[in-house]
């Protein structure tokens, strides 16, 4: 237990270190409309997608259904909720992509390969072999957690639809517009996060924390560059909306 939490807070001073040099280097991520060829070899944008968000699918739910701690409804409650999250964004999300000319570095599809595979190993590994609480799934945190949940995953879900929307049969980028679109430029993340942040207050656990805080670390220096990307490429992108928290950042 000692060293598992010791590689839990390993794995947030990673993600802490990774959120500090990526905003005060500026530095992109080269996928999605960062896209470049000078991280190497490229691979189409779906099938990457679909790579490096299988281990997560995988991981996490077989070492949680496996392992010889006691099984419990909140266990079950994490799994379905993992599932949902994953299944879509692995099985779904990538194959809604509307252009077929995208590509992403094989580099960022193995970066995304250890991270989902790390994260799902914490938090399928906690869950199947260290679990001892035997909570009721009726209890204020799990409540306002579930909520907090599908909220994000709401939010997350319509303005992911709304950007494939806009490039329905063309490559070029537009303004979105409507919705969270038009206090912030990446609802998108913004849903994700808070997906997370019920995640976190479900599960009440080390690796559930660590693993918003990789997700927070990750998205708010993404939501930076596409602001910053809008207000380059755009003239009259709206000057007054924030990057990804409404009102606020």
């Given at each position: 237990?000692?060293?598992?939490?010791?590689?839990?807070?390993?794995?947030?001073?990673?993600?802490?270190?990774?959120?500090?040099?990526?905003?005060?280097?500026?530095?992109?991520?080269?996928?999605?409309?960062?896209?470049?060829?000078?991280?190497?070899?490229?691979?189409?944008?779906?099938?990457?997608?679909?790579?490096?968000?299988?281990?997560?699918?995988?991981?996490?739910?077989?070492?949680?259904?496996?392992?010889?701690?006691?099984?419990?409804?909140?266990?079950?409650?994490?799994?379905?909720?993992?599932?949902?999250?994953?299944?879509?964004?692995?099985?779904?999300?990538?194959?809604?992509?509307?252009?077929?000319?995208?590509?992403?570095?094989?580099?960022?599809?193995?970066?995304?390969?250890?991270?989902?595979?790390?994260?799902?190993?914490?938090?399928?590994?906690?869950l199947g072999f260290l679990n001892q609480d035997n909570e009721s799934i009726l209890t204020l945190n799990v409540i306002i957690g579930i909520?907090?949940?599908?909220?994000?995953?709401?939010?997350?879900?319509?303005?992911?639809?709304?950007?494939?929307?806009?490039?329905?049969?063309?490559?070029?980028?537009?303004?979105?517009?409507?919705?969270?679109?038009?206090?912030?430029?990446?609802?998108?993340?913004?849903?994700?996060?808070?997906?997370?942040?019920?995640?976190?207050?479900?599960?009440?656990?080390?690796?559930?924390?660590?693993?918003?805080?990789?997700?927070?670390?990750?998205?708010?220096?993404?939501?930076?560059?596409?602001?910053?990307?809008?207000?380059?490429?755009?003239?009259?992108?709206?000057?007054?909306?924030?990057?990804?928290?409404?009102?606020?950042?």
């Amino acid at each position: 237990m000692i060293g598992f939490n010791y590689f839990n807070y390993i794995w947030i001073a990673i993600a802490v270190v990774t959120f500090l040099i990526l905003v005060s280097f500026n530095i992109k991520a080269p996928y999605g409309r960062h896209s470049n060829s000078k991280w190497g070899p490229m691979v189409s944008n779906k099938w990457g997608w679909f790579l490096m968000e299988l281990p997560a699918l995988v991981l996490m739910p077989a070492f949680s259904l496996s392992g010889p701690a006691p099984k419990n409804n909140l266990t079950f409650l994490l799994i379905g909720l993992w599932l949902i999250h994953y299944g879509f964004r692995t099985l779904i999300f990538p194959f809604k992509l509307k252009t077929t000319t995208k590509t992403m570095p094989v580099f960022i599809v193995i970066c995304a390969l250890v991270f989902n595979g790390v994260n799902g190993f914490l938090n399928g590994y906690y869950l199947g072999f260290l679990n001892q609480d035997n909570e009721s799934i009726l209890t204020l945190n799990v409540i306002i957690g579930i909520g907090v949940f599908f909220l994000g995953m709401f939010i997350n879900r319509i303005s992911d639809r709304k950007l494939i929307s806009l490039r329905k049969n063309q490559d070029k980028y537009l303004i979105p517009n409507g919705g969270l679109f038009n206090y912030i430029s990446c609802p998108n993340y913004f849903g994700e996060i808070l997906e997370w942040l019920g995640f976190m207050l479900i599960a009440w656990n080390l690796p559930a924390v660590t693993f918003f805080i990789w997700t927070f670390s990750n998205l708010i220096p993404r939501s930076l560059n596409h602001h910053k990307w809008y207000l380059d490429n755009f003239e009259n992108y709206p000057k007054n909306r924030k990057a990804v928290i409404p009102f606020v950042w």
